[in-house]
Nanobody, 114 residues
Framework: VQLQASGGGLVQAGGSLRLSCEAS????????MNWYRQAPGKQRELVAGITNSGSVNYADSVKGRFTISRDNAKNTVYLQMNRLKPEDTAAYYC?????????WGQGTQVTVSS
């Protein structure tokens, strides 16, 4: 089982990006799927999470700007990021509970210029 994240890049403040993370391999069940981020010199923090029934939660810093969603048929979780700010600059990681084990994807870099 592996998670493959994509969609990062360089964007100006106020712009948008959409991150994707697809799970592949022998998958029986996927429970919570989450996005974390880690900026240089800072701890990794939870950005948003979604359960397999669609319940969502967000960090206060991204509420109203970011939207997490998932396509269970594609084993994919998305993070739509709007009105990006320079402080959103970080490596973004997806994380999921698959077959009752936690897996991490590789990071995808998001850089927001002022």
């Amino acid at each position: 089982v592996q998670l493959q994240a994509s969609g990062g890049g360089l964007v100006q403040a106020g712009g948008s990006l959409r991150l994707s993370c697809e799970a592949s391999g022998r998958i029986l069940t996927i429970d919570n799927m989450n996005w974390y981020r880690q900026a240089p010199g800072k701890q990794r923090e939870l950005v948003a999470g979604i359960t397999n029934s669609g319940s969502v939660n967000y960090a206060d810093s991204v509420k109203g700007r970011f939207t997490i969603s998932r396509d269970n048929a594609k084993n994919t979780v998305y993070l739509q990021m709007n009105r990006l700010k320079p402080e959103d600059t970080a490596a973004y990681y997806c994380n999921a509970f698959i077959n009752f084990h936690m897996y991490w994807g590789q990071g995808t870099q998001v850089t927001v210029s002022s």
